[in-house]
C-alpha cells in the first residue's frame, strides 16, 4: 500500500454553504456550513473531502488541528497530484 497523502486545510465554519474557496496561504481553503460545535465542522469537512475526491469517508482522517481552523488531514488511495487536481 502507497504512503498516505498530506494536505493542509485551512476552514472556515458557519459560511453560508459548504464549498471550495481556493488557496489561503499555502493550505486550501473550505467554507463549511456546520458550526465548530461538539465535532459538527470536522466531521462535515471529511465528508465534504471525501465526496470531492471521491473515495469513502474512512479514507480521509484528521491529524491535527482538531480544534483549530488550520487542518492537516491524510488522504489514502490517491496520490499528492492526483488530491491537488480534484481539489483545485
Not at 471521491?54 to 488531514?73: E, I, M, T, Y
Request: net charge positive.
Amino acid at each position: 500500500m502507497s504512503a498516505a497523502t498530506r494536505i493542509q486545510i485551512y476552514v472556515q465554519p458557519r459560511a453560508a454553504r459548504t464549498e471550495m474557496a481556493g488557496r489561503h496561504g499555502a493550505s486550501i481553503k473550505i467554507r463549511l456550513a456546520a458550526p465548530p460545535v461538539d465535532d459538527a465542522a470536522n466531521t462535515a469537512l471529511l465528508a465534504f473531502v471525501a465526496q470531492k475526491l471521491g473515495l469513502p469517508q474512512r479514507a480521509v482522517r484528521l491529524v491535527r488541528g482538531r480544534s483549530s481552523r488550520h487542518k492537516l488531514l491524510e488522504v489514502d488511495g490517491l496520490a499528492a497530484e492526483t488530491v491537488a487536481a480534484r481539489l483545485g
